[in-house]
C-alpha cells in the first residue's frame, strides 16, 4: 500500500522560512518522480513544484520561483520544499504527489499525500 505522508506544516509570519517534508512508503521511491501541488480555499489545486526521480532536475511556478526548493533524498524515501520569504498568498494545504514522469499537472500523479496546512499571516 502507497502512502504519502507530508509534515511540517503550521502557522508563520510573513517572510519566514518553513520545510515541508513528504515521507513515501510501498513504492520504489526512486523510480518516481515528486511533485509539490497547493490548495487554498475555494479555489483549484495548483502546481507548486516537482523533482525528476534523481533528483537532477526541478522545476516550479512562476509564483514561487526563487523563493522554494525542491529537493529529495532517495536513501530516505523523503521530499522536501524548502520555502522561503514566506507571503500571505502562499497559505494553502500544500500535497506531495507521485508520478511515473514529471509533469505540472495534477492528472500526471498516481499517488498523493493529505496534505499539510500552510499559514502565512501578514
Known amino acids: 500500500q502507497v502512502q504519502l505522508v507530508e509534515s511540517g506544516g503550521g502557522l508563520v509570519q510573513a517572510g519566514d522560512s518553513l520545510r515541508l517534508s513528504c515521507a513515501a512508503s510501498?513504492?520504489?521511491?526512486?523510480?518516481?518522480?515528486m511533485g509539490w501541488f497547493r490548495q487554498a480555499p475555494g479555489k483549484e489545486r495548483e502546481f507548486v513544484a516537482a523533482?525528476?526521480?534523481?533528483?537532477?532536475?526541478?522545476y516550479y511556478a512562476d509564483t514561487v520561483k526563487g523563493r522554494f526548493n525542491v529537493s529529495r533524498d532517495n536513501a530516505k524515501n523523503t521530499v522536501y520544499l524548502q520555502m522561503n520569504s514566506l507571503k500571505s498568498e502562499d497559505t494553502a494545504v500544500y500535497y506531495c504527489a507521485a508520478g511515473r514522469i514529471l509533469r505540472t499537472s495534477k492528472s500526471g500523479y498516481d499517488y498523493w499525500g493529505q496534505g499539510t496546512q500552510l499559514t502565512v499571516s501578514s
Open positions: 510501498g513504492l520504489r521511491f526512486g523510480n518516481y518522480a
Open positions: 523533482i525528476t526521480r534523481s533528483g537532477g532536475n526541478t
